[in-house]
């Protein structure tokens, strides 16, 4: 009975190595942001001074490798209003995207599927700038 629970410990041991990774094996190496931004991105989620704007239009920004942008604003129902053809480009660390016509955006987060960017745009009434907070998934 005392080898019995030797050798069940042994190979619980043995199972709970193999189950682990290796500390020497490198983590799948980060894709530059130049890369991930290239393809189309639909806003999801949109926030003004950090309150979230439910039933409001949305955008798309379908990013080129060419540093050319189309900017399509549709209606919550999906009818467009706009489009616009810009050109961008990652600045300042790849932490900005500046774009000709829309200003900069600051970039908060990014990954392969999903992004947040930061803009402040005036108020179409009163002109006083409005923190504005936009969450994409990539289509």
């Not at 239009?57 to 009818?79: A, C, H, K, P």
């Amino acid at each position: 009975m005392n080898k019995l629970r030797i050798f069940l410990a042994v190979f619980a041991v043995l199972l709970l190595f193999t189950a682990c990774p290796a500390p020497d094996e490198d983590p799948e190496p980060e894709i530059p942001r130049d890369e991930l931004i290239i393809g189309t991105w639909k806003s999801v989620v949109h926030r003004e001074d950090g309150n979230v704007v439910s039933g409001s239009d949305y955008r798309e920004f379908e990013f080129r490798e060419d540093g050319t942008v189309l900017i399509e604003e549709f209606e919550e129902d999906g009818s467009p209003i706009d489009d616009v053809e810009d050109n961008w480009a990652l600045v300042e660390d790849d932490e900005k995207i500046q774009f000709d016509t829309e200003g900069v955006y600051d970039v908060i987060k990014m990954s392969i599927d999903s992004m947040t960017l930061e803009y402040d745009r005036p108020d179409p009434f009163s002109g006083v700038l409005v923190r504005h907070s936009d969450d994409y998934l990539k289509q």
